[in-house]
């Protein structure tokens, strides 16, 4: 089997730092508390920790209005606290990525005070500002992603200036050729830190149309969508000039030894891909969350899998996503039972998988009031059930008052149920979804084929999906019940015969043999190691 890069074997792991470990008695996270959690990390078996934003900021979107690249928020420390992070971290053989917010920043960045100081400032075309349509109205029909138009009005300059996100979060002019420096110095900056890489959010709206044309109708919008929807973002987003920044962005990271760049990216498969660039001079990683908004069928999973491996360009490395800071968690998604299943499907698809910190333990998502709601998507389109506060309630570690994140009062509630669902707890209990995910891992540790094999579908019909992960080496068969119900006598390929090395179930036997049949329990999955390839 060829080698791979750290990426393409490892498992990420995304913190929201936030919601991870206070240890300040401020009621939220902090880097120390990252830096006194990275045993656990190691226990787990991750590779690379993915940190949410913990650039000083105003916190109007919780890190993601960022007033200073270059910087600590002294609510989560410091650059002497980021240092020693970084330094136990790889002394741990840990990877640190950071989350890197290039669209936009803060209103209160420094480049936007000067920019809307007046049209002659030298970084006015820092952002975008354009003059209003004949009727005095925004120059155009895009929407913010958080409700209501895209544009905001400033009677100082009598121009708008384009917001994709919240008004206190102007977009970034990346066809300034000024703008594509500084934020490459940015890079830089971190990578010259020890940084590892960088998650790239929204890395599909850097560019617009240049000419500003309206978005067309989404024929799709119903009553009770988001305003997101009215219009298809054909023109405010994944514009074919994007793939020529992204390029540079990666000329950057590879200025560095052994860096990655991972592009979020919320597109169809066919699009998506694209973002690897040509010649693969794109993001090593453009975030594929097909699995999160799948139907959980085997049909349609299977269907999803043999798509997007297929069209991974020649070279290029898949990855798969579970969940994160914007998704509903999984377990609330498709239920406790199944996600046991879920997880044995991430870590057996073939590239780089990443999860998501509290679902190891099964975390659901927990009941915000309107009222007590802090997501700013929520307070500007309430009753929608837009807002993320749920799934970023904060990690449950122990049965302790505030279940061990916090000596003060944590930012946002936890859930009903942290005394009895907690690490401590399924520490002590093998059978635990996170001992299935401690078991998971070092299983694909011990078997490469689970990472870099080639994938081959043997079955999917009804609640019960098995296929086949090949190489040189060894061939493993992966057989998951969807269902709540018995699969009997599952048929298998002639000559199929192996022995088990893993079931989501822990009282099956490892090394039971499995010879051309197999029945599973109601949402078992199980991975067996075949004795000769099919």
């Given at each position: 089997?060829?080698?791979?890069?750290?990426?393409?074997?490892?498992?990420?792991?995304?913190?929201?730092?936030?919601?991870?470990?206070?240890?300040?008695?401020?009621?939220?996270?902090?880097?120390?508390?990252?830096?006194?959690?990275?045993?656990?990390?190691?226990?787990?078996?991750?590779?690379?920790?993915?940190?949410?934003?913990?650039?000083?900021?105003?916190?109007?979107?919780?890190?993601?209005?960022?007033?200073?690249?270059?910087?600590?928020?002294?609510?989560?420390?410091?650059?002497?606290?980021f240092?020693?992070?970084?330094?136990?971290?790889?002394?741990?053989?840990?990877?640190?990525?950071?989350?890197?917010?290039?669209?936009?920043?803060?209103?209160?960045?420094?480049?936007?005070?000067?920019?809307?100081?007046?049209?002659?400032?030298?970084?006015?075309?820092?952002?975008?500002?354009?003059?209003?349509?004949?009727?005095?109205?925004?120059?155009?029909?895009?929407?913010?992603?958080?409700g209501?138009?895209?544009?905001?009005?400033?009677?100082?300059?009598?121009?708008?200036?384009?917001?994709?996100?919240?008004?206190?979060?102007?977009?970034?002019?990346?066809?300034?050729?000024?703008?594509?420096?500084?934020?490459?110095?940015?890079?830089?900056?971190?990578?010259?830190?020890?940084?590892?890489?960088?998650?790239?959010?929204?890395?599909?709206?850097?560019?617009?149309?240049?000419?500003?044309?309206?978005n067309?109708?989404?024929?799709?919008?119903?009553?009770?969508?988001?305003d997101?929807?009215?219009?298809?973002?054909?023109?405010?987003?994944?514009?074919?000039?994007?793939?020529?920044i992204?390029?540079?962005?990666?000329?950057?990271?590879?200025?560095?030894?052994?860096?990655?760049?991972?592009?979020e990216?919320?597109?169809?498969?066919?699009?998506?891909?694209?973002?690897?660039?040509?010649?693969?001079?794109?993001?090593?990683?453009?975030?594929?969350?097909?699995?999160?908004?799948?139907?959980?069928?085997?049909?349609?999973?299977?269907?999803?899998?043999?798509?997007?491996?297929?069209?991974?360009?020649?070279?290029?490395?898949?990855?798969?996503?579970?969940?994160?800071?914007?998704?509903?968690?999984?377990a609330?998604?498709?239920?406790?039972?199944?996600?046991?299943?879920?997880?044995?499907?991430?870590?057996?698809?073939?590239?780089?998988?990443?999860?998501y910190?509290?679902?190891?333990?099964?975390?659901?998502?927990?009941?915000?009031?309107?009222?007590d709601?802090?997501?700013?998507?929520?307070?500007?389109?309430?009753?929608?059930?837009?807002?993320?506060?749920?799934?970023?309630?904060?990690?449950?570690?122990?049965?302790?008052?505030?279940?061990?994140?916090?000596?003060?009062?944590?930012?946002?509630?936890?859930?009903?149920?942290?005394?009895?669902?907690?690490?401590?707890?399924?520490?002590?209990?093998?059978?635990?979804?996170?001992?299935?995910?401690?078991?998971?891992?070092?299983?694909?540790?011990?078997?490469?084929?689970?990472?870099?094999?080639?994938?081959?579908?043997?079955?999917?019909?009804?609640?019960?999906?098995?296929?086949?992960?090949?190489?040189?080496?060894?061939?493993?068969?992966v057989?998951?019940?969807?269902?709540?119900?018995?699969?009997?006598d599952?048929?298998?390929?002639?000559?199929?015969?192996?022995?088990?090395l893993?079931?989501?179930e822990?009282?099956?036997?490892?090394?039971?043999?499995?010879?051309?049949?197999?029945?599973?329990?109601?949402?078992?999955?199980?991975?067996?190691?075949?004795?000769?390839?099919?």
């Amino acid at each position: 089997m060829a080698q791979t890069q750290w990426w393409q074997r490892g498992i990420f792991y995304q913190v929201y730092p936030r919601s991870f470990q206070d240890t300040n008695g401020d009621g939220i996270g902090d880097l120390d508390g990252i830096r006194a959690r990275l045993d656990y990390l190691v226990a787990l078996g991750i590779d690379a920790v993915w940190i949410s934003p913990i650039f000083p900021s105003p916190m109007a979107d919780f890190g993601y209005d960022v007033a200073d690249y270059c910087g600590i928020d002294p609510m989560f420390g410091d650059l002497d606290a980021f240092d020693r992070l970084i330094e136990e971290a790889h002394a741990r053989r840990l990877k640190i990525v950071l989350d890197f917010v290039p669209n936009h920043t803060s209103d209160q960045h420094p480049w936007f005070a000067e920019s809307r100081a007046s049209r002659e400032n030298p970084r006015r075309d820092w952002y975008i500002w354009r003059d209003p349509a004949p009727d005095g109205g925004p120059p155009n029909n895009w929407m913010s992603n958080f409700g209501g138009p895209a544009w905001t009005y400033d009677p100082a300059s009598g121009q708008y200036y384009y917001h994709a996100f919240l008004t206190q979060q102007p977009d970034l002019n990346w066809r300034n050729p000024q703008v594509r420096a500084a934020m490459h110095d940015v890079l830089r900056f971190w990578m010259a830190r020890g940084v590892d890489g960088f998650r790239v959010d929204v890395i599909w709206h850097l560019m617009k149309d240049a000419n500003f044309r309206d978005n067309p109708p989404n024929p799709e919008y119903g009553p009770g969508d988001a305003d997101i929807r009215r219009f298809l973002q054909t023109r405010s987003t994944d514009q074919p000039d994007v793939h020529a920044i992204i390029a540079e962005l990666r000329a950057v990271i590879d200025e560095y030894e052994d860096r990655v760049l991972i592009g979020e990216i919320y597109l169809p498969i066919d699009r998506l891909v694209a973002y690897y660039g040509e010649n693969l001079e794109g993001a090593h990683l453009p975030f594929n969350f097909q699995l999160i908004h799948a139907s959980w069928s085997a049909p349609r999973l299977a269907e999803l899998i043999a798509d997007y491996d297929a069209a991974v360009p020649e070279g290029g490395w898949p990855n798969w996503v579970l969940g994160n800071h914007d998704q509903p968690r999984i377990a609330s998604r498709i239920g406790a039972r199944r996600a046991r299943v879920a997880a044995m499907l991430l870590l057996t698809l073939r590239g780089t998988p990443t999860m998501y910190y509290g679902d190891e333990i099964g975390m659901e998502n927990v009941p915000i009031a309107t009222e007590d709601a802090h997501d700013p998507w929520e307070k500007n389109e309430p009753g929608l059930g837009l807002g993320r506060d749920p799934e970023r309630t904060p990690m449950q570690w122990d049965a302790s008052p505030n279940a061990g994140f916090t000596n003060g009062r944590p930012w946002l509630p936890l859930a009903a149920d942290f005394t009895t669902r907690n690490v401590a707890v399924q520490l002590e209990q093998p059978a635990s979804l996170l001992g299935l995910y401690r078991d998971l891992i070092a299983l694909r540790r011990a078997h490469p084929v689970l990472h870099a094999g080639t994938y081959r579908k043997i079955t999917a019909l009804g609640d019960v999906l098995v296929f086949l992960r090949e190489s040189a080496e060894e061939c493993v068969l992966v057989a998951l019940n969807l269902a709540g119900t018995v699969q009997d006598d599952i048929p298998l390929p002639p000559g199929t015969q192996g022995r088990v090395l893993l079931s989501t179930e822990p009282d099956r036997p490892r090394e039971e043999r499995v010879e051309g049949h197999l029945s599973l329990r109601p949402h078992e999955g199980v991975i067996v190691a075949l004795d000769a390839r099919l």
